[in-house]
């Protein structure tokens, strides 16, 4: 069962910011993703981000402190800490986590876990919605071959997330800890085993979901992956699933994966979401990171209400609007569920009032 709703959109659930929307209004954006490093402790195979070539930059944390505050009075629900790099590597992450929760925000991060230590956990598990490991292996072989690290990164991952459960569990926290699994031919035959360690050491969910060809990416070994062939898995960890354990297995996405297919014909989730990458820049999308008709401004040069409202922003939103042929973008992008629901809330079929 998928409660947290990984396989699908939430935006059903902020109908004043959409209705506002699809009455033409300027709206600011439900959710952002935000990178505080660019460098990186793996270099995983799969890595969709490696063009950016894992740059040592860092946000500011003063500025970035600066924009938090404004975000959460404009109207921002969430952000999720990951991007280019490992989201851990910022010598204040603790600090970011905390401020970002006090300015009205709700926090996440994806990480790989191996730098989750107590000290960290300690200080930030009580001001986090959810935090998603990634460990693509059930064995210390297959997940440092995949992650291209050391084996012993396997076993302080393991390491950290028992403490983190026991600490949740301990102190009542409502964060929620998950595990993702990215299904490749490596790993296939471990993620049943990796389901139930899951299970055994307390945390909330395990999603397996599938690779995701990046347009700019250098990786292109998976591009050519068939879900199809791993559907069978379904049945068989739905068995591990509890009242306190989901298994979540992104079958949905899987297939939309296989078949390439999009139901939509243009890009109209932009408004609803942003990034700011390591160097501070605002992106209307992650996957042209680099492609400037994408870029609205930097967080050390302008407001963030400057950079929204700005006549960059607008002129990005207009030729995306007029010239992006999506044809070319990234197949299960992360606004692709979203971008299906604004779709047909935009075209509307037949029959409608017959609920």
Known sequence: MDKYKIDSQKLIYHVPRVQEWLEGEAIYPI????????????????CGLDFMEYQPRYLETDILKERLSELGKLGLKSIMYAGE???????DIKDI?????????????????????????????????????????????THAKIHRCSGDDFDKTLSNIIYAARLKRKEKYACALGMQFLLLPENSHEVVALAKMA??????????????????????????????????????????STADFNIIFRIHTMKKWDEKRRNYKHCL?????SYIDAGGNV?????????????????????????????????????????????????????????????????????????
């Open 269 to 273: 989730a932009l408004p609803f979401w």
């Open 85 to 91: 790099g490992e989201p851990l590597l910022h010598k």
């Open 97 to 141: 986590i905390k401020y970002t929760k006090n300015s009205g925000i709700d926090t996440a991060v994806t990480t790989n876990g191996v730098l989750f230590k107590r000290e960290i956990a300690d200080n930030t598990l009580g001001y986090m919605e959810w935090i998603k490991v990634g460990l693509d292996g059930a064995t210390r072989e």
């Open 31 to 46: 959710y952002m993703e935000i990178s505080p490093t660019g460098t990186c402790n793996h270099r995983c195979t799969y």
């Open 283 to 355: 992106w209307g999308c992650s996957v042209y990171l680099g492609d400037k008709k994408f870029l609205y401004g930097n967080i050390y040069e302008e407001s963030f209400q400057k950079i929204w409202e700005g006549k960059k922003r607008s002129q990005s939103l207009r030729w995306i609007e007029e010239g992006l042929d999506i044809s070319g973008c990234r197949v299960n992008c992360r606004m692709d569920e979203i971008n299906e629901y604004l779709w047909e809330l935009k075209n509307l079929p037949e029959h409608v009032n017959f609920i």
């Open 199 to 240: 299970r055994d050491m307390g945390l909330d969910y395990l999603v397996v979901k599938p690779y995701s060809q990046h347009i700019q990416s250098k990786t292109t070994m998976y591009s050519s992956l068939k879900y199809s062939d791993y559907a069978y898995l379904a049945d068989e960890l739905a068995k591990f």
